[in-house]
């Protein structure tokens, strides 16, 4: 069995696609046919169905791919081995959702580069269904997205903590400091909400569709737009906690307890399964994880 065929086997399963492989590792499409052919003689069982231009993994190839991803990544990690992190080089892409972006990025960013400094990296900003579909595209080595795990769902894990949601309003609002609330007493409320997208607006939504229908005033992919504007207003807003924690020790934003309402959201680092975190990659996951994880952070992420 063949590492280079293992790489190969990886890059179709991560793009789902034989021709964009073949432009991906620079091969032509009957040499990457080939290898997996290779592959699949060598397993004893077919890895891919394909079906006219739909290409999906059998059971076989799924099984298959945390034991190609293993070996993949233990072959590129012997292939650094004796280069240190500043002689690595490369470029990365890295995704993230806006509402972390200020919180964390400043100081990952600072720390990657001291340590990596020949490593080039690219940032995208966006919701976490954009940058979903990029990482399905292979255009993100990984993404920091906003999400709980669902059955059957295809991303590695990398790291993983929860934050609760929170419904906030000013502090001056007629609702801000009432010990507890029913959901009809936000009924008539104007929102400043997320994109439609952002999963825990969607939670939210189906949380309320009992009581009342929230009417949204403006649609907005800024959570710290969406905190100034509600702090300053009588708008109501739906913002995982540690995008509010600022506004709220400054005592310009109130949480609104409506339990009826709670809700928890998972903050995920995630790669494509098909995907093997090089050196340069890990380097960065482990110094957003580390941002996660610091206790000045913690604080932000649930009600203490």
């Known amino acids: 069995m063949e590492i280079r065929d293992l790489k190969t086997f990886l890059k179709i399963a991560e793009l789902m696609n034989f021709t964009r492989a073949a432009e991906a590792l620079g091969y032509a499409q009957s040499s990457v046919s080939a290898q997996v052919k290779a592959l699949e003689t060598d397993v004893g069982a077919p ?136 959901p009809q007493e936000l009924k008539d409320q104007a929102f400043v909400l997320m994109e439609d997208t952002a999963p825990y607006c969607i939670q939210f939504y189906r949380l309320a569709a009992p009581y009342f229908a929230p009417q949204a005033f403006l649609k907005l992919q800024n959570a710290d737009m969406a905190c100034r504007l509600v702090s300053r207003s009588r708008y109501l807003s739906v913002l995982p ?36 975190a090089a050196p340069q990659v890990a380097g960065f996951l482990d110094e957003l994880k580390a941002r996660l994880s610091a206790e000045n952070f913690s604080r932000r992420l649930l009600k203490t």
């Not at 099984?63 to 080089?89: C, F, H, N």
């Not at 995704?95 to 600072?110: N, P, R, T």
């Not at 540690?242 to 959201?265: C, I, K, M, T």
């Open 47 to 182: 890895l891919f169905n394909r079906v006219g231009k739909n290409v999906t993994l059998t059971q076989f190839g799924e099984e298959l791919l945390p034991y190609a991803r293993s070996i993949v990544s233990a072959s590129v990690r012997m292939q650094t081995i004796w280069k240190s992190a500043e002689d690595l080089g490369g470029t990365i892409r890295i995704g993230m959702v806006e509402s972390l972006f200020g919180c964390i990025m400043e100081e990952a960013l600072l720390a990657y580069h001291q340590s990596y400094p020949r490593v080039k990296i690219e940032i995208s900003v966006d919701a976490t269904v954009t940058l979903k579909a990029l990482l399905k595209k292979g255009l993100l080595d990984a993404a920091c997205i906003i999400d709980d795990p669902h059955p059957g769902e295809e991303w590695q894990d990398w790291f993983s903590v929860e934050t609760d949601i929170v419904i906030v309003a000013g502090a001056d609002h007629p609702l801000a400091g009432k010990k507890r609330l029913g």
């Open 241 to 276: 906690r540690y995008a509010v924690s600022p506004y709220l020790e400054r005592g310009e934003l109130a949480v609104l307890p409506v339990p009826e309402l709670e809700q928890y959201q998972a903050i995920r680092l995630v790669l494509h399964p098909g995907k093997v």
